[in-house]
Nanobody
Framework: QVQLVESGGGSVQAGGSLRLSCAVS????????MGWYRQAPGKQRDLVAT???????NYADSVKGRFTISRDNAKNTVYLEMNSLKPEDTAVYYC???????????WGQGTQVTVSS
């Protein structure tokens, strides 16, 4: 069974930084897209950033210039470097991957990020 395991979450002060990692295992299919979503209490799950196998990236407007997504294809791992964190970044962050075939999304269990003022 495919497994996605996030790590690197925690509590930081506003202006601080965190680096999230998501390691994918038990996946034999070539991965097209990898990315991160987040969900704050009482809010819907929103896109944070995505990155394709060709390393084309897409970011939510709220994180542009502060967050950087990257991937290591050999390790099937995606990263999210978060800088200049704000209290409104507080949420559970979910990793996902999408193979070329079939185009089915796999999700991690989530990792908590808490930013205090």
């Amino acid at each position: 069974q495919v497994q996605l395991v996030e790590s690197g979450g925690g509590s930081v002060q506003a202006g601080g930084s965190l680096r999230l990692s998501c390691a994918v295992s038990r996946m034999s299919f070539s991965i097209n897209v990898m990315g991160w979503y987040r969900q704050a209490p009482g809010k819907q799950r929103d896109l944070v950033a995505t990155i394709t196998s060709g390393r084309s990236t897409n970011y939510a407007d709220s994180v542009k210039g502060r967050f950087t997504i990257s991937r290591d294809n050999a390790k099937n791992t995606v990263y999210l470097e978060m800088n200049s964190l704000k209290p409104e970044d507080t949420a559970v962050y979910y990793c996902y991957v999408r193979p070329y075939m079939p185009p089915y999304d796999y999700w991690g269990q989530g990792t908590q990020v808490t930013v205090s003022s």
